[in-house]
């Protein structure tokens, strides 16, 4: 069947300009993601029928995409252009799906393996796998009384709204055990959840209204591709774009300004530019007057125990550059600030959203076209969640779901008892890629007697459990998806017949209902029957095609559709917040034993034995453990690398391509060094990663050490990923 692919993996390279152009600091790497890839030439195929589609990753764009099928076979992805956001592109991730698709390393066929761990699979039935967990379902209910002992690890490989008929399943069962939170963005959530009383950005494409742009902890030149070309095109007119970060990335190479912070000090400048701004009297009195809660408070705070040369000590950054960036953010109108995700992976990161909030709301920038502190948002998200939302069974034991960290997943498995948990249900994650502590996650693994994963590729977790089940790709099944980020609302068609004997999430449930209930009658309340493309319909409201400004969901069949309101953030000054005003003091944080104003919280400091500081941020050709694992993207890069500044490498004696070891007292793992000028001299950087066959997971050395927010808005407290500290050695 590989003939039929019209997309090559030489074409994708030679239209990637690979090596050169995807690892340089210049405009190469932009040149790389939006230089017009084409999947196949018109020689390469004849037309053939085009559908919507939807890429349903965790990723800020959720691309509107273009598919197009010949004889059954899907050839082409592009970008819409319908969308003004996508603008008829994809990233190379996006552009390799038609990969993702025909990979020969999907899984085919449910499969059991022998002994968990070993390798040792056997091809079974879907109706041997669902007898199986069925039984086990109904076992498990009969010995605790109740399905508590049952385990749901399911988060944001697949943000499509469908997918949320995991949870309805586990819910359908009776109640059952939640891996609760996020491990994402978290700290951040809770920050502006007390600041504004929920998360809400403008709309990206209003970034071309900025006149002076702070991109604080993001890199979307890798992260979030389609919104560059609004960042460069406010700098066509005339904005300034400064970037700040450890690293210096590749959004920071094409700033006005860089300025490289020492990790998890941005608070401190936040403070100090705040300090700045009340000492100059550049604050809008005016616009707090109305508007906020706290403000005498705030400066009082400012007054007593902020200076900018406090503020210069502990970020690394020269007083003078302090002064002019607030003065500039201060005087000109409208500034933007973009908060990153990075930057509140950290003990301190809620408390530095805070902060950085704060510049936002003292300078009278809320509100505004082209201003805001951007970080999420959440308001097209309003579906009916048909899907997710199910009864449970009469008599189905326990008093509620119980709730554990994901953040902590291996420990709390463990831990758990009256009921134990003694089952588990992994979808749309990789914990054992992804999880800290991956030997204490291993260890719950083990613990199991039952681990069952839904998945389209034999990951680690996978190969740790005792059941998978093959799933659909975004092609092979209806759906429709929104983002966190932007505007816009689109569907996702079916354009093939699913691969194999893959099935979608949903078909997965009700199939496994019909079983249950076959066994024993009344014990699972999901509906075993239904088409899909209705269920698609069952998740739209009346708010929703108000919103959009569509009659039925149908129309989005001629394409992406954007919000018809709410644009820009806090326009209408009507905040969330118990006040209705922006909280610069929040009793709420008080509640959540936070102290309430955007105060500085020590930032976690390395020992003489851990001396460095491993930030492990996302890679370019990957998200979380996707797409990297792809021959494809292999082709381009498939090796792991440790990051490392030239006077750090000269004190340990280590040159570029060596063997290093990198550890703490949790674990370790060995990589080739990367001498760059890119990090600073007190970081080294691994890029989290999943590759195919490579004995690499830099979570061996993550602890699960909480952030200091997530819990009031998530249910968990988000994990400080960047407050890992390593020693190193050549090897």
Known sequence: MDKKYAITRRSFLKNSAVAAASFGFGSSICDFFFSGLTPVTAAEVSIGKNFFNACPRNCYD?????????????????????????????????????RSVYSPDRIKYPMKQKVRGSGNW???????????????????????????????????GNFDIMHYGIEGMLTSIGNTT?????????????????????????????????????????????CSVHSMYFVKEAQKRGCKLIVIDPIMTQTASQADMYIQIKPSTDG????????????????????LAKNSKGAEEFFSYLQKNITIEWAAEKTGIPIHVIESMAREYATTKPANI???????????????????????????????????????????????????????????????????????????????????????????????????????????????????????????TVEMSDIVLPVTTTFETPGVNVSYWHYWMSLNEQAITPMYESKN????????????????????????????????????NDGIYKQFGIKDWKELKKGPVKAKTGLIAWQDGKFKTPSGKYELWSDEAKKFGHFPLPVYVEEMQPDNKFPLRCISSHWKLNIHSQFQ????????????????????????????????????????????????ETVSPDIVVVYEAWYKGKNFNVNYTVKAIPADMGKKATGSPGIAFHDNFVAIKKV
Request: proline share 4%; glycine share 8%.
């Open 629 to 676: 694992n792809l021959d494809w993207m292999a082709a381009i890069n498939n090796e792991p690398c440790l990051e490392i500044h030239p006077i750090v490498a000269n004190k340990f004696g280590i040159q570029d391509k060596d063997q290093v070891k990198m550890y703490n007292d949790i674990g370790y793992i060995t990589l080739p060094a990367k001498v760059t």
């Open 338 to 460: 973009w908060i990153g995700y990075g930057m509140q992976r950290h003990t301190n990161g809620g408390q530095n959203v805070r902060a950085i909030d704060a510049l936002a709301a003292i300078t009278g920038n809320i509100g505004k076209s082209g201003g805001g502190a951007q970080y999420a948002q959440l308001q097209t998200w309003g579906f009916q969640y048909h899907a997710m939302v199910q009864k449970k069974p009469e008599n189905s034991g326990g008093i509620a779901d119980r709730a554990i960290n994901i953040n902590n997943f291996g420990a709390e498995v463990l831990n758990a008892n009256e009921p134990p948990i003694k089952m588990m249900w992994i979808a749309c994650r990789n914990p054992i890629s992804q999880d800290p502590e991956t030997a204490v996650v291993k260890k719950a693994f083990e613990a199991m007697d039952l681990v069952v994963t839904a998945d389209m590729y034999m990951n680690p």
């Open 62 to 98: 959720t691309c509107s995409i273009v598919s197009t099928v010949k004889d059954g076979v899907l050839t082409k992805v592009e970008g819409s252009t319908i969308s003004s956001y996508t603008r008829g592109k994809l990233c190379a991730k996006g552009y390799s799906y038609t």
């Open 268 to 287: 401190a400048l936040a403070l100090g530019m705040a300090r700045y701004i009340f000492d100059n009297e550049l604050y809008d009195g005016e616009w």
């Open 178 to 222: 939640r891996a609760t939170g996020t491990p994402c963005w978290p700290a951040g959530i809770d920050a502006q959840t007390f600041d504004f009383g929920t998360i809400y950005c403008n709309d990206p494409e209003d970034i071309v209204n900025s006149k002076y742009l702070i991109i604080w902890g993001a890199n979307p030149s890798w």
């Open 122 to 156: 056997e091809r079974i039935s879907w109706e041997q796998a669902y007898t199986e967990i069925a039984q086990k379902i109904l076992a498990i209910k009969k010995e605790y009384g109740s399905t508590l002992p049952i385990c749901l690890n399911k988060y944001s």
């Open 505 to 540: 999430d949903v078909t997965i449930a009700m199939e496994l209902s019909a079983k249950l209930n076959e066994l024993e009658k009344g014990s699972c309340t999901f509906p075993v029957s239904g088409n899909l493309e209705e269920w698609v319909g069952k998740e739209f």
